[in-house]
């Protein structure tokens, strides 16, 4: 996929050691362990998207938060962390595409303004890094982009390993001004059920080991 014909706020890695371990990854012998450790992996070498000037004290902007897109996004959280100087909030969207019309639904939101405990008008980040290992038709990511900039974020960061160019697209134009997308590697399209081609399979059921539920 060439990517002078995706969106300026679409960024493709190119390292050699995360080209390989996406090799790595694609495999259908490859097990849930080795796809935990490669997801985490792959996270961590896709870094480039924070690229904020650090200090001895915090980096820039002062308010962060992590927002994983249930459940496979939590395959890729700790590798964030790890990256990250100090901790910082972790709030979870949960998604999931219904089948027949592969349109998002959401079915859990713990962002400080869903949560009845939560002060009217809770600040909210700065900047949100979303993670999910799949940009596939796109409807997923264009949800919980919406999401978030209804909580009133300023900018949005989404890190995949792997996106096909059209759901990566149609991600990347939700938010222009307001998103920056960062992948691994970038499939051509997907097929009738949504799903990419080659693709990765389902990463949340290769994670969880729920193939076939």
């Known amino acids: 996929m060439a990517s002078s014909s995706l969106p300026a706020n679409v960024h493709v890695s190119r390292h050699p ?4 371990k996406l090799s790595q990854l694609r495999s259908h012998n490859t097990n849930a362990r080795e796809t935990k450790a490669l997801v985490h992996e792959i996270a961590l070498i896709d870094e480039t998207p924070l690229g ?3 200090t001895t004290t915090t980096i820039s902007p002062s308010r962060l938060a992590l927002v994983p897109i249930l459940r ?3 395959g890729m959280l700790d590798a964030l962390q790890t990256i990250l100087p100090y ?3 972790v709030h979870h969207l949960g998604l999931f ?7 998002p639904v959401e079915y859990y939101n713990n962002l400080p303004y869903n949560r009845p405990s939560s002060p009217s008008g809770s600040a909210a980040a700065d900047l949100a890094i979303l993670v999910d290992p799949v940009i596939a038709t796109g409807g997923t990511a264009v949800a919980a982009i919406q999401t978030l900039k209804e909580w009133g974020v300023k900018k949005i960061i989404m890190i995949s390993v792997l996106g096909s ?3 990566t697209r149609r991600a990347a134009e939700e938010w222009r001004e307001g998103v920056e997308i960062w992948v691994g590697g970038m499939d051509e399209s997907c097929d009738d ?3 990419i081609k080659p693709g990765l399979g389902d990463v949340g059921d290769r994670l969880f080991l729920t193939i076939g539920k």
Do not use: D, F, H, K
């Not at 050691?17 to 390989?20: E, H, I, K, T, V």
């Not at 595409?97 to 349109?103: F, K, S, V």
């Open 52 to 54: 904020y000037t650090y």
């Open 193 to 195: 059920r949504g799903m």
């Open 165 to 167: 160019a059209e759901g």
């Open 87 to 89: 901790p910082i909030p």
């Open 72 to 74: 496979s996004g939590l």
């Open 97 to 103: 595409r219904e089948p027949t019309t592969l349109q």
């Open 17 to 20: 050691c995360l080209c390989a």
